[in-house]
């Protein structure tokens, strides 16, 4: 099964059979096995991950969550659903205050000073995904960004446990592994996926093929972010300008 974006099917006609989630579950299969068994989580799985690219990947992860925050802020003021308006403004909060506290415990822990993060550039990819959100968040449709944010719940969720079966409680990076396996979590990623099943079965077509797009684009961003965090990506212009 090919995962790339140019074999979804016109009018989203591969998942008139199953939910819209079950439909990206299986394009994204091949890049999902690849996340997995990208080196970064694997050391990442059993301990052996380098502490300059754990900390490299938290010091872009807290630009990403900036952004990703305002774009889950833009999603609840366009959910027509109070209900849903809620679990994204709930998630907006959730990115700032939770995930950005597990990143403070870990900068601290690296001795990493508010002006030695400030001197790592954000990367090109951790630039294009958060520009690729916010894009998305302030002149697409509604359902296409709720299907563009959906991978950053759900391939942390399944990376999250797929990490806890591995790691023993000493494991050097285990507050990142259990905030990503918590139940809490879990229950939250559900939220998500009902939320963009539904959409996606009350919008037009044209509408829904957009949706698996943005769905297979930003899962693609999710692999490049770990992928730019192991070779501590950095801007090939920077000898010019920094
Ligand atoms: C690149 C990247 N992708 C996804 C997450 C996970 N994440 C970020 S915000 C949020 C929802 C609200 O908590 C989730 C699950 C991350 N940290 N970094």
């Given at each position: 099964m090919t995962s790339s974006i140019?074999?979804?099917?016109p009018n989203g006609d591969a998942g008139a059979q199953g939910t819209f989630c079950d439909d990206m579950w299986q394009r994204t299969a091949d890049l999902m096995g690849a996340i997995h068994d990208h080196p970064f989580n694997t050391a990442l799985g059993d301990g052996t991950l380098e502490r300059d690219r754990f900390a490299f990947y938290i010091v872009q992860d807290g630009r990403y969550l900036e952004a990703f925050s305002k774009a889950l802020a833009t999603a609840s003021t366009r959910a027509a659903d109070p209900a849903d308006a809620a679990f994204y403004a709930q998630s907006a909060h959730t990115a700032l205050a939770a995930e950005r506290m597990l990143h403070a415990g870990y900068i601290e822990e690296f001795g990493l000073g508010a002006e030695d993060a400030a001197g790592i550039a954000t990367s090109p990819t951790c630039l294009a995904y958060a520009s690729f959100l916010q894009a998305t968040a302030l002149t697409a449709p509604y359902p296409v960004l709720a299907a563009a944010v959906l991978p950053c719940f759900w391939i942390y969720q399944d990376v999250g446990t797929a990490l806890l079966q591995k790691a023993?409680?000493?494991?050097?990076y285990q507050k990142w592994i259990s905030t990503y396996s918590d139940p809490a979590f879990a229950a939250s990623v559900e939220q998500a996926k009902s939320i963009t099943d539904r959409l996606a079965t009350t919008t037009d077509p044209a509408t829904r093929e957009a949706m698996g797009e943005a769905y297979c684009r930003a899962a693609a961003y999710e692999w490049m972010f770990w992928d730019s965090a192991w070779h501590r990506e950095s801007w090939p212009t920077a000898r010019w300008l920094s």
């Amino acid at each position: 099964m090919t995962s790339s974006i140019a074999a979804i099917a016109p009018n989203g006609d591969a998942g008139a059979q199953g939910t819209f989630c079950d439909d990206m579950w299986q394009r994204t299969a091949d890049l999902m096995g690849a996340i997995h068994d990208h080196p970064f989580n694997t050391a990442l799985g059993d301990g052996t991950l380098e502490r300059d690219r754990f900390a490299f990947y938290i010091v872009q992860d807290g630009r990403y969550l900036e952004a990703f925050s305002k774009a889950l802020a833009t999603a609840s003021t366009r959910a027509a659903d109070p209900a849903d308006a809620a679990f994204y403004a709930q998630s907006a909060h959730t990115a700032l205050a939770a995930e950005r506290m597990l990143h403070a415990g870990y900068i601290e822990e690296f001795g990493l000073g508010a002006e030695d993060a400030a001197g790592i550039a954000t990367s090109p990819t951790c630039l294009a995904y958060a520009s690729f959100l916010q894009a998305t968040a302030l002149t697409a449709p509604y359902p296409v960004l709720a299907a563009a944010v959906l991978p950053c719940f759900w391939i942390y969720q399944d990376v999250g446990t797929a990490l806890l079966q591995k790691a023993g409680p000493e494991h050097p990076y285990q507050k990142w592994i259990s905030t990503y396996s918590d139940p809490a979590f879990a229950a939250s990623v559900e939220q998500a996926k009902s939320i963009t099943d539904r959409l996606a079965t009350t919008t037009d077509p044209a509408t829904r093929e957009a949706m698996g797009e943005a769905y297979c684009r930003a899962a693609a961003y999710e692999w490049m972010f770990w992928d730019s965090a192991w070779h501590r990506e950095s801007w090939p212009t920077a000898r010019w300008l920094s």
